[in-house]
């Protein structure tokens, strides 16, 4: 048996285990819809109730970074905003903890709500809507993002919360007195990445020292920077008859605003669906919120921040399909995106220098 079918074996025991904190039959039917960062199951019952269950990977986040994480969704559900929903267990708990049969380790589990429809595309596939629609669609992904974001600057976070940040340490290990900075990438470092040529990641080392300064300078004030989804790619955005939905709130955290505008247009970049893309979120976003074009003047630094944390994964996650499929591409997308923010810093610095004349 591989490694990974043992894997998939032990979190299929622990998503049974869990079944009877909200008693549900222990002969439901579970069916893996996927697994990265954690493993989400399709439960079904005999009577034919459905629900999601998540079982997280141990040792990856803590309970209360989870807690934390289906409290944020609880209240953005709350405020209207159409999110997944976590389903209690009968002692009105939102996460468990099991030990799976055959397994020493400690697994947190939560269950949501279960959502009758289709992810729009697959950053994986590369698989997205029709073109024709991609801009309309954008634009009711910057409208919901802008929701959220307009609930985050003015949530009072319960006690205890917890969320990591996707500041300039958090993506690339550049420091800097930010928000919750902790010091360290939290995907991994993207020059650990052994398949990079000395001279790419010399190139992307520079672009991250630029990029990270702009974004520093550009500060954390409530007005760019606070909770965000983090991972607004095709695969986490729902379309049901009632609309989208925003689901996968796995990697949500601070961070800049921009952050969840460059991910959702990422796997974009490149196509010719990119430019709908962009122009989509930007407008629905503003029918929400104020989005100065000062803030957007930032996107070519955060689009480098968000290629180089898809590069840290690439390295940390070596192992998966995923990273097998898009590592190189990934690699040359970050190299053109670094190589167009040093020739943009370096036009800067040449228009800011005094012309030297006998």
Known sequence: MTKSKQEHEVFHEAARASLAHWAWPE??????????ENAVFKAVTPDGRKAAIRVHRPNYHSAC????????MHALHSSGIPVSQAVPTQTNELLISVTPAGSSELFWVDMLAWIDGAPIGSAESRDYADALSVEPVYREIGRLAALMHEQSSTWSTPANF?????????????????VDNIGEPLWGDFKDLDVLSQEQRAVLS????IASAAMNAFGTSSDRYGLVHADLVPDNLMETEAGLIVIDFDDCGYGWYLWDLVTAVFWHLGEQTYDDALRGYIDGYRSVRELPDSHLALIPSMLVLRALVYLGWMHSRRGTDTARELTAHVIATSEQLSRQLLDAADLSSSAASPSLTN
């Not at 970074?65 to 289906?70: C, F, V």
């Not at 520079?206 to 020292?209: D, I, L, S, T, Y």
């Open 27 to 36: 002969d439901s039917e579970l069916s893996l819809l996927k697994y990265r």
């Open 65 to 72: 970074e989870l807690t934390s994480e289906l409290q944020w």
């Open 162 to 178: 917890f969320r990591p940040a996707w500041d300039t340490a958090g993506c690339v290990g550049i420091s800097e007195q930010v």
């Open 206 to 209: 520079r672009a991250a020292e």
